[in-house]
């Protein structure tokens, strides 16, 4: 077998001949609750798991251990990241797209949909629309066309993003996900400032890949595949990896995703900062019936929490894809990170839910919902919105970020963070009944901040927010 997690070849990091006989490993395992308990017990110390065990767990069906691997996602989830829940929107710069990907409406073949590019000017306008709504933190998206999307007009887009402010508001953190490119692009992508870089590798199924991905750059799975690889040697030290559930077996996929985070860590001794679990859903000219492997709620809340457990200082992203009812059981098992007030057609800030826009989209929003209404539906659960984007901006990026995050001191950034970002949103943007929410959410969880001396900057910093004062941050 040719598996080497430290390897930078694709075929070596995400063996297939490894993924089958984890899947294999894993079938004999099924039941064997001697394995299983053991291994829920030594996840208990936050210390993770391998794909392989995380693998076993997955294919467990006995209930009373099933439960206890949903209370430990339950109880990391409470132990690292409290009940706060990081909160962004996506903006979509552009639909133009050489590729083919067959379940994104964007590929290049799709005549039905109209191609759109937003102007420097229309950008602006989006973002003023976003700050409005009490966003400071973007994920950008494009599709990959060289000629209307090259990295120049990225670059000038991620410019125009930083610039904008508008009465109180500011996009403080801009995560950008664009096709897979060169170091040298991804060191302007750093210098430009961005957060995360985030690419999906939709499935690490080489076979599958390719069957999916017929033509355009995307085709070339290495090039893909190893492209976080490339984003680290040009200096992007936070990365966000994610598959697309459904296109290939769940099983293959969730070992393939968990390898790459462990090549990531092998390689550059930093694991990825994110991963996204999105799951394929209806689009224009997308018919899910086409992808037998759709995953079922209860395989994919399950995926969420096994990921909880096995890599528990990477943040998990959910998407407006899911229903509110899936997010809500989501967000206890382990999402830390969700959209809100989301449009996936280019121009939807502005254009709203004109059909030009919804014609233009990339995905069917299934949460519909206003980001305050989100808000409120998050403070209504116990939960702590947060428009934090301290790190990146204190420098606490990569290796830095996850020493902080492992030993528990990061609690003291991200409760007083959350809190203080929390006020500012009630006091700029709220409606009456979220803003009565979050003053009670607020006073309760000032309680939960660790240390005595940022509990007591905390507090003059919300009565600062209060009087006018914006923008603070450990
Ligand atoms: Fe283009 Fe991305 Fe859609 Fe593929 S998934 S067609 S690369 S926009
Ligand atoms: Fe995220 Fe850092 Fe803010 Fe915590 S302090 S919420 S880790 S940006």
């Given at each position: 077998m040719n598996y080497n997690p430290q390897s930078k070849v694709a075929e070596e990091f995400i063996s297939h001949e490894e993924i089958l006989a984890t899947m294999e490993y894993a079938a004999a395992n099924r039941d064997n609750r001697e394995l299983i308990e053991s291994l829920i017990e030594r996840a208990s110390d936050c210390k993770g798991l391998t794909h392989r065990e995380a693998s076993v767990l997955l294919e467990c069906t006995l209930p009373d251990l099933n439960e206890r691997m949903f209370r430990l996602a339950r109880e990391i989830k409470q132990k690292v990241y409290g009940n706060r829940i990081v909160m962004f929107a996506p903006l979509y710069l552009s639909n133009y797209c050489v590729n083919s990907c067959t379940y994104c409406p964007y590929h290049i073949a799709n005549k039905t949909i109209p191609r759109k590019k937003l102007t420097q000017e229309e950008i602006v306008r989006e973002v003023i629309a976003l700050q409005d709504m009490g966003h400071k933190r973007l994920a950008l998206e494009a599709g990959e066309d060289p000629l209307h999307n090259p990295i120049e007009y990225i670059l000038e887009s991620i410019k125009t993003i930083y610039s904008v402010k508008h009465r109180n508001g500011a996009i403080r953190r801009v995560n950008v996900n664009i096709a897979a490119t060169t170091v040298e692009n991804y060191r302007k992508l750093k210098d430009a400032g961005i957060g995360t870089y985030i690419l999906f590798q939709e499935t690490y199924n080489r076979e599958r890949y390719e069957r999916l991905h017929p033509r355009g750059p995307k085709s070339n799975y290495a090039w893909h595949t190893e492209a976080?690889?490339?984003?680290?040697?040009?200096?992007?030290?936070?990365?966000?990896?994610?598959?697309?559930?459904?296109?290939?077996?769940?099983?293959?996929?969730?070992?393939?995703?968990?390898?790459?985070?462990?090549?990531?860590?092998?390689?550059?001794?930093?694991?990825?900062?994110?991963?996204?679990?999105?799951?394929?859903?209806?689009?224009?000219?997308?018919?899910?019936?086409?992808?037998?492997?759709?995953?079922?709620?209860?395989?994919?809340?399950?995926?969420?929490?096994?990921?909880?457990?096995?890599?528990?200082?990477?943040?998990?992203?959910?998407?407006?894809?899911?229903?509110?009812?899936?997010?809500?059981?989501?967000?206890?098992?382990?999402?830390?990170?969700?959209?809100?007030?989301?449009?996936?057609?280019?121009?939807?800030?502005?254009?709203?839910?004109?059909?030009?826009?919804?014609?233009?989209?990339?995905?069917?929003?299934?949460?519909?919902?206003?980001?305050?209404?989100?808000?409120?539906?998050?403070?209504?659960?116990?939960?702590?919105?947060?428009?934090?984007?301290?790190?990146?901006?204190?420098?606490?990026?990569?290796?830095?970020?996850?020493?902080?995050?492992?030993?528990?001191?990061?609690?003291?950034?991200?409760?007083?963070?959350?809190?203080?970002?929390?006020?500012?949103?009630?006091?700029?943007?709220?409606?009456?009944?979220?803003?009565?929410?979050?003053?009670?959410?607020?006073?309760?969880e000032m309680e939960s901040i660790p240390h005595p001396k940022v509990r007591r900057i905390a507090e003059e910093n919300l009565v600062r927010i209060e009087n006018g004062g914006r923008d603070f941050r450990f």
């Open positions: 976080m690889d490339r984003a680290m040697e040009g200096g992007i030290d936070d990365v966000g990896i994610g598959v697309l559930f459904g296109l290939e077996g769940y099983r293959y996929d969730f070992a393939g995703l968990l390898m790459h985070a462990e090549h990531l860590e092998a390689a550059f001794g930093v694991g990825p900062h994110t991963i996204s679990v999105p799951r394929i859903c209806p689009a224009d000219d997308i018919d899910v019936a086409d992808f037998k492997d759709a995953v079922p709620d209860e395989i994919f809340h399950k995926m969420v929490a096994i990921i909880r457990i096995a890599v528990p200082y990477t943040g998990m992203i959910i998407s407006t894809r899911e229903s509110k009812s899936s997010r809500e059981k989501v967000l206890r098992l382990g999402v830390s990170q969700i959209s809100g007030g989301s449009h996936t057609g280019v121009g939807g800030y502005v254009d709203g839910e004109e059909e030009q826009n919804e014609r233009t989209a990339q995905f069917d929003v299934s949460d519909r919902r206003t980001l305050d209404e989100i808000v409120a539906w998050l403070l209504q659960l116990g939960y702590v919105p947060s428009f934090c984007t301290a790190c990146y901006r204190e420098g606490r990026t990569g290796d830095r970020f996850m020493s902080l995050a492992k030993t528990g001191q990061i609690a003291n950034c991200c409760q007083p963070n959350a809190l203080m970002t929390l006020k500012e949103y009630l006091m700029d943007y709220a409606s009456p009944e979220t803003l009565r929410l979050g003053l009670k959410v607020i006073a309760r």
